[in-house]
């Protein structure tokens, strides 16, 4: 069981917008402003889209943004495209002791 | 261009031991924290370990504690993990990667497949 909660599946049409959860605890997501977005597509190593809650890494496309509200992050996909489908992780820091936590994952459909 | 590549994955049995190598290239590899990561088949990502640029600075889950050590050799750009009393729950991709900000990690290796069974 992750430490994070995530819903397990979201799906949307090409040029919609669709948003992602990522629910945690005052001890994580809502302890600190440290939390990452992750994309993963199958068989390849997960790629750094989201940090630090709201900065996007250089190249990474201003399609995505990230917001957080008390213990829970979002993680939102505009004009959704077709290479947008992949599994999502969302992750935190949680202190000294356990460092990272990860949510379970989303998968994200492009219909 | 910023590299990461991870060799010393492969079978071995429960109780067994193997060590795990990430060769960094394209950065300055003493300046930065790394994690070891892991993922199950089918299953999510989990952290497993991080150390400092000094090497003095260390963590780990708490399911490897006692039984993996990580290291670096700053001198060969180097990141290891030595994993003893390995079990089936063990089995996974384990993926080194590059920290930039309080877990966060811009790049990650692609990755080696370490399977534990009889």
């Known amino acids: 069981q992750s430490a994070l909660t995530q819903p397990a599946s979201v799906s949307g049409s090409p040029g919609q917008s669709i948003t992602i959860s990522c629910t945690g605890t005052s001890s994580d997501v809502g302890g600190y402003n440290y939390v990452s977005w992750y994309q993963q597509h199958p068989g390849k190593a997960p790629k750094l889209i989201i940090y630090?809650?709201?900065k996007r890494p250089s190249g990474v496309s201003n399609r995505f943004s990230g917001s957080k509200s008390g213990n829970t992050a979002s993680l939102t996909i505009s004009g959704l495209q077709a290479e947008d489908e992949a599994d999502y992780y969302c992750?935190?820091?949680?202190?000294?002791?356990?460092?990272?936590?990860f949510g379970g994952g989303t998968n994200l459909t492009v219909l | 261009e910023v590299q990461l590549v991870e060799s010393g994955g492969g079978l071995v049995q429960p109780g067994g031991s193997l060590r795990l190598s990430c060769s960094a290239s394209?950065?300055?590899?003493?300046?930065?924290?790394m994690h070891w990561f892991r993922q199950a088949p089918g299953k999510g990502l989990v952290w497993v370990s991080l150390i400092n640029p000094d090497g003095n600075s260390i963590g780990y889950a708490d399911s490897v504690k006692g039984r993996f050590t990580i290291s670096r050799d700053n001198a060969k750009n180097t990141l290891f993990l030595q994993m003893n009393s390995l079990r089936a729950e063990d089995t996974a991709v384990y993926y080194c990667a590059r920290d930039i900000s309080w877990g966060s990690s811009d790049y990650w290796g692609q990755g080696t497949l370490v399977t534990v069974s009889s």
């Open positions: 394209g950065f300055t590899f003493n300046n930065y924290w």
């Open positions: 992750s935190s820091y949680a202190g000294s002791r356990t460092f990272t936590v």
């Open positions: 630090d809650v709201t």
